[in-house]
């Protein structure tokens, strides 16, 4: 299990780096305003909102906590896969002992 945190952290810096070469290149927000604007965007901001809300179920039920749930939320409004990632990696034992 501890390749599976590795790939993890790799992951998170590999996807991270590029989230923040992006940012330095274009506006978040003015560039989903553009990819509203067509089907498939909307689609892709839709099912990436809609993992996001599923992801948040099961934070709530790893925290059992609305307002630990919901900084979580908010941490990832913009950033939905990067703070996912940090989550599964600061609670990777806690995950895997859960499933066990």
């Given at each position: ?86 989550y599964v990696i ?6 895997i002992a859960l499933?066990?």
């Amino acid at each position: 299990m501890e390749v599976v945190r590795w790939v993890a952290i790799l992951l998170l810096i590999s996807f991270g780096s590029y989230s923040i070469y992006c940012n330095l290149k274009e506006s978040f927000f003015q560039s989903a305003k553009t990819m509203w604007r067509l089907h498939f965007g909307r689609q892709a901001i839709i099912d990436l909102y809609l993992g996001l809300i599923l992801f948040m179920f099961f934070v709530y039920l790893i925290e059992d906590s609305i307002l630990t749930t919901g900084l979580w939320f908010l941490a990832a409004i913009p950033f939905v896969n990067i703070v996912s990632l940090i989550y599964v990696i600061v609670h990777f034992d806690r995950i895997i002992a859960l499933m066990s």
